[in-house]
C-alpha cells in the first residue's frame, strides 16, 4: 500500500439509465452489478480504508454512455448509488452489491452531455451520507 496517498478512485461507472443493471468497470471486475462477484476485493477495499484512504467510484469517463435528463433522474440515480455502493441495501430487480465492502463515496468525471440533474443528485446523496454515522463527515 503505498503511503503517498490517501484515496484511491474506482474507474468507472460509465454508463447508467433507467432501472436496469448499472455497469461497473473496473480492472479485474468487469461486467454488470447483480452478475459479476467482485467480492474478491473486498479484502483489499478493507484493508485500505482500515489505513485511512477513502475510496470513491467514478462516474463517467470519456468514453461512457450517460447522463441525467432531470433532477428527477438526478435524485433516482443518487438513491441507487447508495444502494448499491454506499450504505443502503439494493431494491428489488437491482442485483447485489459487487462487493460487500461499503465504499466511501462518488467521483464526477462527467465528459459528456448537460449539468441537467447532478446537482439534485449531490444534493441527495449528500443527505444521505449525512444521516450515515458509518461515513466521514
Known amino acids: 500500500m503505498n503511503p503517498n496517498y490517501n484515496v484511491v478512485v474506482f474507474a468507472f461507472l460509465p454508463s447508467w439509465s433507467g432501472s436496469g443493471p448499472l455497469t461497473v468497470a473496473v ?12 467480492t474478491a476485493m473486498d479484502a483489499q477495499i478493507a484493508t485500505c480504508q482500515r489505513a485511512g484512504k477513502r475510496i470513491l467510484l467514478s462516474l463517467g469517463g470519456a ?20 444502494r448499491l455502493f454506499l450504505g443502503g441495501q439494493p431494491g428489488p430487480g437491482e442485483g447485489r452489491r459487487p462487493w460487500t465492502t461499503r465504499l466511501d463515496g462518488i467521483d464526477l468525471d462527467i465528459e459528456a452531455g448537460t449539468s441537467a440533474g447532478y ?5 441527495a446523496l449528500r443527505k444521505q451520507m449525512d444521516a450515515d454515522r458509518f461515513k466521514v463527515r
Open 63 to 82: 468514453l461512457g454512455v450517460y447522463g441525467l435528463t432531470d433532477d428527477a433522474a438526478g435524485v433516482a440515480l443518487a438513491g441507487r448509488l447508495w
Open 27 to 38: 480492472d479485474g471486475c468487469n461486467g454488470q452489478v447483480g452478475v459479476v462477484d467482485c
Open 119 to 123: 446537482a439534485a443528485m449531490v444534493t
